[in-house]
């Protein structure tokens, strides 16, 4: 074993291959139902992504949310539609490559302004977080001071995202009509006719 290698980056870099690799993949599949569930499997791969930046709060919401419930109303969705994607015209493929690239020279160019990885005095760990710090331990004593924010500090705040979340996928199950509905009568009437 050497003796100042940082595993954690090693995995950090494997998984941001593995996303890329499957990002590829998605956009040059034709069949909707395995691009659904490589989009499933995207989204645990960012869940495993997030763990090891320790984000374990992201990390289960985009487990839950991406890989979950996205994938269970995608595959709703997809019954109501074809199973294969119609070809688009090569002009919408170089469009599209221009919008990304743009956006990604925008986010390197971002790059340079933003704080060193870890630095004490940076906005994130200065302010408010660092109160943050300090109290958690004397006022709720939970380890984790992200679980603490979110459950306790801001717990309202993450009882509203929740009941969002559910009147979205409550509203999606009633727009695809997933309650099951019964035929109507002039219709049966007209088939037996």
Known sequence: MMDGFDWTQLLDFALMAMLLAVGI?????????????????????????FVT????????????????????????AMLLTAREAEP???????????????????L??????????GDPNSPANAYVGLDYLIRTPQEIAVPNVVTAVLASYRGFDTLG???????????????????????????????EA
Request: proline residues 2%; glycine residues 12%.
């Open 53 to 76: 930046l320790d984000a374990v709060d992201v990390a289960f919401t985009e487990a839950a949310v991406g890989a979950g419930i996205s994938t269970v109303l995608m595959l709703g």
């Open 25 to 49: 993949a998605i956009v040059r599949l034709r069949n909707l139902f395995a691009a659904v569930m490589l989009m499933g499997v995207y989204s645990l791969l960012s869940a495993a992504w």
């Open 161 to 191: 995202e929740t009941v969002v979340i559910f009147a979205a996928g409550l509203g999606v199950m009633l727009l695809l009509g997933l309650g099951g509905r019964k035929p109507r009568r002039d219709t049966e009437e007209e088939d």
């Open 108 to 117: 390197f160019y971002a790059i340079g302004d933003m704080p060193a990885y």
């Open 88 to 106: 688009v015209k090569a002009g919408r493929h170089w469009a599209a490559l221009v919008v990304v690239l743009a956006t990604g020279a925008a």
